[in-house]
């Protein structure tokens, strides 16, 4: 059974729409206005309040109906409360109980003429409840009839007044237009009832589909309510944000402030039109956001699309790859054999006795920059040959340990000078390991080379983990060296950009081509303290 439904024989299409909470609530309120109604009479008895004609006819029949009336209001009020017996059945066995003992009052006072035949209205009209109106409209028209009857029987005996037959008719005659007016006003207010909650269940239906589909798209869907708190978020947000915890009615801001600041700028600038952006959530996870409206701007929501473009930079990282390993093809067959030759032409002149210094000097520059040339070569030749990563789950504290070890011991380093943190620390990531060595050795050995004027003094932190509320895994290795300027930040990952006579300007290229070919990224962090920070951000294990 659904949550939050009634197990009654009471037939729920028959009821006006503002009775569908609970059908015993009316009939309850009817059993205290009987309860109100016997104390009022059996108290204006007692007192012979006004001019009232109360028990004129028959006192003892008015007493004993009063007292009779008094007790029955007590019972249905208590059997009301216990919901026993049915509610049909209460309803209508109340009443004729009522409908009887008010014409029994009336009469006991002598005719109409006393003023209670209105009293017969309410309960003619309480069968709606439980029963099909034709029930109402015959106990409307039989009460009518039984007041006509009772008074011609009263004016027989010379009771009452000629004129109260022709009152006793209006009565009658008011009592079933009433009756018929009301059955017909329930009849449409049923129906509207039942339309109003098939259209809630279709409603509820369709909103239970919809989300069911949103759930189970690859795309990030989010509901941001006016406010800014989120209204709704499917798995696949969810997961991009780092599986936030307690995220309903919270404000965005608190889980992806960056989404939340193109949220707000695009709500002040572009809404309603249509607004895409490039978000960088926790300074990790490259996504693009989508925003469109829904709803009226007075009350408008906007639904966020988020699309996770790890899996299209690693498409155009494949073609950039396939494209560089066409063009190292032809640079080994154009250049390599050239300089092969310059090379062995150099050291065939290295053997000739006959040069004298200036000569030999310039030789030295030849057979140098034929090797510079040569190593610059092979090194594109070795990151188009590394197109198809071998990807390994690595547990990163314990690779990077090792690696520490082997760092510290081939470049004599003190152990404090190489401190490693990991936070989670059985952090795992997918990555080719011969990759990951290449990379962060080169990082390190930057740091070694560049960062610092006396290598003593150098200080490298391999700091990592899972930040909160984010699913990607980040690794700094950060250095206590003088830093790098702007110019120097803006050009750092250009293919041949180097500060040094001695290097290629590769090195850097090559580490973060050979992060984008495994899924991650490699950025550079300036640090307010000096420094440098170089970042890898490992796309998320699926």
């Given at each position: ?6 197990e ?20 309850r309120?009817y ?9 009022a009479?059996?108290?204006?008895l007692?007192?012979e ?5 109360l028990?004129?006819?028959d006192?003892n029949?008015f007493?004993?109906?009063t ?59 309480i069968?709606h ?24 029987w ?8 000629q004129s109260?037959v ?10 079933m237009?009433i ?34 589909i949103l ?25 991009m944000?780092?599986?936030?915890g ?36 926790q300074?990790?996870?490259e ?10 701007q ?6 966020i ?10 498409k ?13 093809a032809?640079?080994a ?12 032409a150099?050291?065939?002149?290295g053997?000739s ?7 030999l000097?310039?030789?030295?520059i030849?057979?140098s ?12 030749l070795?990151?188009?040959r590394?197109?198809?990563?071998n ?23 003190r ?41 003593k ?7 990592g ?15 206590n ?20 006579t001695q ?6 290229f090559m580490?973060r ?22 970042r ?7």
């Open positions: 059974m659904q949550s939050g439904a009634r009654t024989s009471f037939d729920e299409r028959l009821v006006p729409v503002f009775l569908h909470e609970d059908p015993w609530n009316l009939l309120l059993h205290v206005y009987r309860l109100t109604l016997a104390g009479l059996l108290v204006a007692v007192l309040y006004g001019n009232v004609r028990g004129q006819y006192p029949l007493v004993w109906l007292g009779t009336y008094l007790i029955i209001a007590v019972l249905s009020n208590l059997s009301s409360y216990f919901q026993w017996p049915d509610l049909p059945v209460q309803t209508l066995l109340f009443v004729l109980l009522d409908i009887a003992i008010l014409l029994g009052l009336i009469y006991a006072s002598g005719g109409i003429e006393a003023g209670f035949g209105v009293l017969l209205l309410i309960p003619v009209l069968p409840l439980g029963h099909q109106g034709h029930v109402s409209l015959m106990l409307g028209t039989l009460t009518g009839l039984a007041t006509i009857a009772m008074q011609v009263l004016q027989s005996k010379g009771v009452s007044e109260g022709m009152h006793s008719g209006l009565i009658a005659l008011f009592i237009l009756s018929w007016a009301s059955n017909r006003w329930i009849r449409k207010a049923s129906a509207m009832a039942s339309l109003a909650n098939r259209r809630g269940v279709d409603l509820a239906n369709l909103s239970q589909l919809n989300q069911s759930d189970k798209l690859e795309a990030g869907i989010l509901v941001v309510e006016g406010s800014g708190s989120i209204r709704h978020m499917n798995q696949a947000a969810w997961e944000l780092g599986e936030p307690n995220w309903r009615s919270k404000p965005l801001e608190q889980f992806a402030p960056e989404l939340d600041h193109h949220l707000q700028h695009w709500l002040h600038k572009v809404s309603p039109r249509i607004g895409s952006f490039d978000v960088r959530h300074n990790t996870t996504m693009r956001a989508r925003f469109s409206q829904l709803g009226t007075s009350r408008r929501a906007t639904m699309n988020l699309e996770d473009t790890t899996e299209q930079r690693e155009l990282q494949s073609a950039k790859l396939a494209s560089l390993g066409q063009l190292t032809s640079i067959h154009e250049i390599r054999n050239p300089l092969g030759a310059i090379s062995h150099a050291q065939l002149m053997e006795q006959n040069l004298d210094k200036a000569d000097r310039l030789l030295q030849i057979q920059n034929a090797r510079r040339m040569n190593l610059t070569i092979e090194s594109v070795n990151l188009s590394k197109k198809n990563p990807r390994e789950r690595l547990a990163l504290k314990l690779w990077l340990h090792e690696f520490r070890k082997d760092f510290v011991l081939q470049n004599k380093l152990e404090d000078q190489v401190s490693l943190f990991i936070e989670p620390a059985d952090t795992v990531v997918e990555f080719d390991p011969a990759h990951l060595h290449q990379i962060i050795w080169n990082l390190c050995r930057n740091a070694l080379k560049y960062a610092h004027e006396n290598p003094k150098l200080q490298l932190d391999i700091q983990g899972n930040p909160t509320h984010t699913r990607d895994i980040m690794l700094n290795i950060i250095d060296g003088r830093g790098m300027t702007e110019e120097q930040r803006q050009r750092l990952f250009e293919p041949f950009f180097t500060t040094s290097g290629t300007g590769l090195g850097l580490s081509e050979l992060c984008l070919t495994n899924g991650a990224n490699l950025e550079y962090i300036p640090l307010p303290t000096g420094g440098s920070c170089f890898i951000v490992f796309a998320h294990n699926r």
